[in-house]
């Protein structure tokens, strides 16, 4: 595509993608509803299951894509990889702002309350939202794009380094002899075949939806820097301007050169 | 279906919050693409790649 | 090198010394909250001797944020942070002492909260040690994250929000096993604090390691 025809974010790919992605979800509802059966001890909640597992699973790939485009930023200093994190930071506040929701909602009827604190994975998913919270705060800082972008990588590495000491602190920290475990394990002992599949197909789902979002979010990255950029020369370029235009008139000179 | 209300919460919230992020995103590519010249549209389009910069080069005014 | 790492601790400590800002406002406020959290519990003397272990550090934290900024603070003055990246001195350097310097601040307000919470919660001690080696190792792990995080707010205008907002996660684990080693010490809990210090002082570890790796990256930005 050349450059002129460029009118939005999208492209041929995005636009394979994103049909692919809308037969997928109606796919993955008639799987979810439909074709499956509920589970021995959840009954029908499992069906909650086949949107939550696929949210958490991509909010963490995505925030290890932020925490790897940190390290090959700082290694490579290329700003592709400053841009790549950044996107895969915002989406993956959105699928993990979603786990939690879809996670608490599963909750309510199975332990009885919107928050259980000794559930393990649903605390270390809420610590992880307010780590990336803090990074995509960090990022919105205006500073010098190199700043930023270094700033930004130190900030998501740690936060990657943090998560595995949280989830064994948490998991620590929750294990409580005296009271009931409360994570419930899907399908009693062992996992119906459909609901496996119905799960898988929701993570190659929610992954394809993280790619087209990715795609859009980078360009939208990429925008970004070159209106602060060009924004930038721009701005210079209307005050040279307008300061030639002062000069020629306070010396009195036309277009012509003739004396005023 | 037991719980139905739970589970159709749950997933009209997902699907919900995906679709809206979605056009989110959709509006402000295009509005953020009128913004900018063409030949600075794509990361590719802009030579930054080729050319082996790290941040593309700044425009001479 | 560590002969530049006693130099920028000294310097930290003696301008501490001098202007007694730790002393004499983030000291009170940390009593403050000690005495706000009598209220927000009802002088409810059995949940806060039960508690104890939690609210201290709760207490220690938002104490260490302010800590922290006014570390940062310091050298904001007079282009003391364009003085130290020039001086020659090597950022991991830096990084030690202003974390030396916190450690020590910190350890004498945690004294100080000790005596506070003493009086105020009336807490019985069973395991005095493992009071003052979790106070040691957790106070290591927050001046390490906090130095780290200070000097990339540190040259900020929205330097008060973001540098709580960016620690307080990170420092989480740090709560959780203090505070844990802390209900075991004072007999509130059945837990084993001895394998909670060593949580905190993995913790400490990575925080360090990664402090002084990275520490240098952000001076020069900041």
């Known amino acids: 595509m050349s450059p002129a025809e460029v009118t939005s974010t999208g492209s041929r790919g995005t636009r394979v993608i994103g049909s692919i992605v809308l037969a997928g979800i109606v796919f993955h509802v008639l799987l979810s509803f439909v074709w499956s059966d509920p589970d021995a001890d959840q009954g029908d909640l499992v069906r909650i299951m086949y949107v939550h597992v696929p949210s958490a699973w991509l909010a963490y790939m995505a925030f290890t894509v932020t925490a790897f485009g940190g390290v090959m930023y700082l290694w490579k200093r290329s700003l592709w990889w400053d841009l790549v994190a950044g996107a895969s930071a915002e989406i993956g506040v959105v699928f993990c702002a979603l786990a939690l929701v879809t996670g608490s909602i599963w909750g309510r009827p199975t332990w009885g309350t919107y928050w259980e604190w000794t559930d393990v994975r649903i605390v270390t998913t809420l610590v992880l939202l307010l780590l990336y919270i803090g990074y995509l705060a960090v990022r919105r800082i205006p500073a010098d794009p190199h700043q930023r972008s270094r700033r930004a990588a130190v900030v998501g590495i740690i936060a990657a380094l943090n998560i595995p000491i949280v989830r064994f602190s948490v998991d620590w920290w929750a294990d409580r002899t005296l009271h009931q475990k409360a994570t419930v394990k899907l399908g009693g002992t062992e996992l119906d075949g459909l609901m496996l599949f119905a799960l898988f197909f929701g993570l190659i789902l929610f992954t394809l939806i993280y790619v087209w979002m990715m795609i859009h979010r980078f360009r939208i990255a990429w925008l970004d820097e070159q209106i602060d950029r060009h924004g930038l020369d721009a701005a210079i370029a209307e005050r040279l301007a307008e300061s030639t235009s002062d000069v020629t008139r306070a010396v009195g000179l036309t277009k012509t050169g003739a004396d005023l | 279906m037991t719980h139905s209300g739970f589970i159709f919460a749950a997933w009209g919230i997902v699907l919900a919050v995906l679709v809206l992020y979605s056009v989110h995103l959709v509006l402000r590519g295009r509005s953020l693409t009128d913004a900018v010249e063409p030949e600075h549209r794509r990361w590719l389009d802009s030579g930054a790649e080729t050319k082996g910069l790290s941040h593309p080069p700044r425009e001479q005014p | ?222």
């Open chain 3, 1 to 222: 090198m560590w002969h530049d790492v006693r130099l920028i601790a000294g310097k930290d400590l003696r301008i501490e010394w001098r202007s007694q800002v730790a002393t004499g406002q983030v000291a009170p406020f940390a009593i403050l909250v000690l005495v706000l959290f009598g209220f927000a519990l009802d002088a409810d003397t059995v949940a806060l001797r039960t508690f104890t272990g939690g609210l201290y550090w709760v207490t220690v934290l938002f104490s260490a944020v302010l800590a922290i900024q006014r570390s940062f603070a310091l050298e904001s003055a007079d282009g003391n942070r364009d003085a130290l990246r020039l001086s020659g001195i090597e950022p991991a350097a830096i990084f030690f002492g202003k974390a030396t310097a916190l450690v020590v601040q910190l350890v004498l307000l945690e004294v100080l909260l000790g005596a506070g919470v003493a009086v105020l919660y009336s807490p019985s001690v069973e395991d005095f040690p493992l009071l003052v080696a979790t106070a040691g190792v957790a106070t290591i792990g927050v001046a390490a994250a906090g130095t780290l995080y200070g000097v990339l707010a540190a040259g900020l205008r929205v330097r008060e929000t973001i540098l709580p907002i960016l620690l307080l996660p990170v420092l989480a684990p740090v709560l959780i096993g203090a505070t844990r080693a802390f209900d075991d010490a004072l007999g509130t809990v059945a837990v084993n604090g001895w394998n909670w210090l060593a949580l905190l002082g993995l913790t400490a570890v990575v925080y360090v390691a990664f402090g002084a790796l990275a520490f240098g990256v952000l001076l020069e930005d900041s």
